[in-house]
């Protein structure tokens, strides 16, 4: 559901207002032709940060494989490379939204790297208690699921209260993703308003 039409996307170029939308559950999306539009679902999907799951056969798997987690050491690029798909909604505008945002300590990256290569990852935005997964890409097998297996330890470890995933994947379902109502998000999105959390 839209809440905000495209030509309110200028104000991409304010971050606080930016963030503060986040802070009230809204999330942007672009189109082909450069219109930004704000997002306000009444179904939000979530993975619960004292409930979620690991799948036993995918610990046992990736052990096996030579990933390295780095945080917040090539952000842009995570937010590059998870753009470059044949259709997305990261549009240039929405990048350049992230940068401002990123200079003022609310986007985050957790990057997989295999022999100094990055490899995959996924980036969201921070405000309190609350974290907002954005997108997440792989340039091999396993390494977004990696990295989101190290974001939920990771939040878990930071006395986060919520990671918001927007929308229900396979792939965020294996972690244990549910779907909430709108009611039962904002009471989350209040208590995490709460909560001083640093990433």
Request: aromatic share 12%.
């Amino acid at each position: 559901m839209k809440n905000h039409d495209s030509s309110e996307h200028n104000l991409l170029y304010n971050a606080e207002y930016v963030l503060s939308l986040y802070a009230r559950g809204y999330f942007p999306m672009g189109d082909e032709e450069g219109s930004v539009d704000w997002y306000y679902p009444k179904i939000r999907t979530i993975i619960p940060l004292d409930k979620y799951n690991i799948p036993r056969s995918f610990r046992k798997s990736v052990s096996k494989l030579n990933f390295e987690i780095r945080i917040d050491t090539q952000t842009i690029s995570v937010v590059r490379a998870c753009a470059e798909r044949s259709k997305t909604w990261i549009s240039e505008d929405i990048i350049e939204a992230y940068i401002r945002l990123k200079k003022i300590g609310h986007v985050h990256s957790v990057e997989t790297w295999s022999n100094d290569h990055l490899v995959g990852g996924l980036y969201g935005i921070n405000y309190h208690g609350a974290f907002f997964g954005e997108s997440m890409f792989s340039k091999v097998p396993q390494a977004s699921k990696f990295a989101l297996m190290k974001l939920l330890e990771h939040l878990n470890n930071k006395k986060f209260i919520l990671l918001d995933v927007q929308f229900m994947t396979e792939h965020l379902k294996m972690f244990g993703a549910k779907e909430i109502t709108l009611e039962e998000y904002n009471l989350l999105l209040q208590l995490s308003n709460k909560q001083e959390c640093n990433f």
